[in-house]
């Protein structure tokens, strides 16, 4: 089984220098990959040739000054300690990924266990996000409780707190996958893991199978014994609608991306998944694109609803802009 996995520590290492340590629990990488951002003339030919499109199309698919070059990777980053190819659009193409048809056309969100009062992600508007991100019909399951004997379960001796293993959080929803469901993602608060090396994981997706789980317990500062700040709920929920895009995505194939800053890259800490804009570079862009085959600008427009809605100001202006930019005269 292919899985993508957002986030990862390994335990038993030195003790990290990174100021990122508190959060991450990242050791120093033995060995740090030297990645180099690519250059422009390589960013196009992963896009691909534009000149057939429509011209609104081909604008919207141009390296504008609205998406952020990539900058070479701080020790600990995603790109510093895996290697990362890149997916051009072509390969995308031709590769037979899931795509929503007439049969498979709902992204069913499955909250995995009753959540604290008031201490959750607010799963309508994450709902109603994914919505307008994929364009796709998406409906809230009823809370699916998790216990049992078949969860195989640890304590992190780093944090001291219990974690499921992921492999059977995924196998529970492979077999409740909904016959029209286009893919399934378990929504949980509790921490994570994939297998017994690894510290932990924010999410992960099956590229082949529609089901992912994503846990919201590493973006909650009371996980490293820190108060909840004002703002607490506002960050948990960007914090989790980025980790529910950016798993979604890899169910419809879309691989980490290294052209830009997109929601596509891979994270390995949290400050790094911060950073990471919600939105698609216009390589993955147009690879959604190709998959969904929506209008851009009406994308935009219901995404900017749902980040008002949601009182992401930085993002609502990012996409006021980008409206803007691609309404303008060439
Ligand atoms: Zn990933
Ligand atoms: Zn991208």
Request: net charge negative; proline share 7%; charged share 20%.
């Given at each position: 089984m292919m899985i993508f996995m957002l986030a990862m520590t390994m335990p038993g290492s030195q003790a990290s220098d990174l100021p990122l340590s508190k959060y991450c629990l990242i050791p120093v990488p033995e060995k740090t990959i030297d990645f180099k951002p690519p250059c422009k003339t390589a960013i196009l030919s992963a896009l691909g040739p534009t000149d057939q499109l429509l011209p609104d199309l081909a604008k919207a698919f141009e390296l504008s000054d609205d998406f952020p070059r990539l900058t070479r990777p701080q020790p600990g980053d995603w790109l510093a300690v895996h290697h990362e190819e890149g997916q051009p659009v072509a390969e995308f193409v031709n590769c037979d990924w899931n795509r929503p048809d007439a049969t498979r056309h709902k992204i069913y969100l499955q909250p995995l266990g009753e959540f604290?009062?008031?201490?959750?992600?607010?799963?309508?508007?994450?709902?109603?996000?994914a919505s307008a991100y994929f364009t796709l019909e998406v409906e809230l399951l009823p809370v699916l409780e998790i216990n049992g004997p078949t969860l195989t379960t640890r304590i992190n001796r780093l944090t001291g707190n219990r974690q499921l293993l992921v492999d059977?959080?995924?196998?529970?929803?492979?077999?409740?996958?909904?016959?029209?469901?286009?893919?399934?993602?378990?929504?949980?608060?509790?921490?994570?893991?994939?297998?017994?090396?690894?510290?932990?994981?924010?999410?992960i997706a099956t590229l082949r199978q529609r089901v992912g789980v994503i846990s919201w317990a590493r973006y909650d500062p009371a996980l490293y014994g820190e108060p909840r700040g004002r703002d607490f709920r506002k960050l948990l929920l960007k914090r989790t609608a980025k980790v529910m895009i950016h798993e979604i995505g890899h169910?419809?194939?879309?691989?980490?991306?290294?052209?830009?800053?997109?929601?596509?890259?891979?994270?390995?800490?949290?400050?790094?998944?911060?950073?990471?804009?919600?939105?698609?570079?216009p390589v993955c862009l147009r690879k959604l694109h190709?998959?969904?085959?929506?209008?851009?600008?009406?994308?935009?427009?219901?995404?900017?609803?749902?980040?008002?809605?949601?009182?992401?100001?930085?993002?609502a202006q990012w996409i006021k802009r980008r409206l803007r930019n691609l309404q303008a005269d060439n």
């Open positions: 604290v009062r008031g201490h959750g992600p607010p799963l309508e508007r994450l709902r109603e996000l059977d959080l995924l196998a529970r929803l492979q077999k409740r996958l909904p016959a029209d469901a286009f893919c399934l993602l378990g929504i949980t608060d509790q921490d994570l893991y994939p297998e017994p090396e690894w510290n932990f994981v924010f999410g169910m419809y194939g879309l691989l980490h991306c290294i052209y830009g800053k997109c929601i596509m890259n891979g994270s390995n800490h949290l400050p790094e998944g911060d950073q990471r804009p919600p939105h698609l570079c190709q998959a969904v085959g929506f209008d851009i600008t009406s994308r935009y427009r219901q995404l900017l609803q749902v980040y008002q809605k949601c009182g992401f100001e930085a993002e």
